[in-house]
T-cell receptor, first 110, second 113 residues
Framework: GDKVKQSPSALSLQEGTNSALRCNFSIAATTVQWFLQNPRGSLINLFYLVPGTKENGRLKSAFDSKESYSTLHIRDAQLEDSGTYFC????????????FGLGTTLQVQP | EAAVTQSPRSKVAVTGGKVTLSCHQTNNHDYMYWYRQDTGHGLRLIHYSYVADSTEKGDIPDGYKASRPSQENFSLILELASLSQTAVYFCATGLGANTGQLYFGEGSKLTVL
């Protein structure tokens, strides 16, 4: 958790609202991945990022390697968005080994 | 159909006993990884492999061995299980070399008593 810091650690949203999660890196990340761990414990791929921005439906993510951070924006939050969001950084550039943050636990309320 | 399957999905072991967790992939990926997740925490890398018959140490390899007998299969072996190894273990596959995301199995919950 020291090399990849996620904020906030926990978040509660009303359905239909927007939010942003953030990861700060104290190491030189080459790529970043975002995962959602659902209440069953499964890890779901959300984004794989080189420096830049990607969008998928109500989710949008950005990775700035120079400023060493990544963000995940959730628009129009739904109940099924609840779970723990992890970001993970690859610092090796050639092995795919990931260093994970400690996660942001999101609860979407009706 | 799941491309990364782990077995067993859940296991209770006794302290000092031997535990083998297995992972099978149909992704045709060169890289395979074993991570552990402790309650309320992120994942930490134990061992990984980029080719059959070869394994590499990750960030927390102590107390664990790994085996990659074929491209499809990757096992994690606890020769002498300890209480501190109670955790959920995830297997993942990937192409490595900045070429794409990791794909995780469903996890194996290990309880050591």
């Amino acid at each position: 958790g020291d090399k990849v810091k996620q904020s906030p650690s926990a978040l509660s949203l009303q359905e239909g609202t927007n939010s942003a999660l953030r990861c700060n890196f104290s190491i030189a990340a080459t790529t970043v991945q975002w995962f959602l761990q659902n209440p069953r414990g499964s890890l779901i791929n959300l984004f794989y990022l080189v420096p830049g921005t990607k969008e998928n439906g109500r989710l949008k993510s950005a990775f700035d390697s120079k400023e060493s951070y990544s963000t995940l924006h959730i628009r129009d939050a739904q109940l099924e968005d609840s779970g723990t969001y992890f970001c993970a950084a690859d610092i090796t550039g050639n092995t795919g080994k990931l260093i994970f943050g400690l996660g942001t636990t999101l609860q979407v309320q009706p | 159909e799941a491309a990364v399957t782990q077995s067993p999905r859940s296991k209770v072991a006794v302290t000092g006993g031997k535990v083998t967790l297995s992972c099978h992939q149909t992704n045709n990926h060169d890289y395979m990884y074993w991570y552990r997740q402790d309650t309320g925490h992120g994942l930490r890398l134990i061992h990984y492999s980029y080719v059959a018959d070869s394994t590499e140490k990750g960030d927390i390899p102590d107390g664990y061995k790994a085996s990659r007998p074929s491209q499809e299969n990757f096992s994690l072996i606890l020769e002498l299980a300890s209480l501190s190894q109670t955790a959920v273990y995830f297997c993942a596959t990937g192409l490595g070399a900045n070429t794409g995301q990791l794909y995780f199995g469903e996890g194996s919950k290990l309880t050591v008593l």
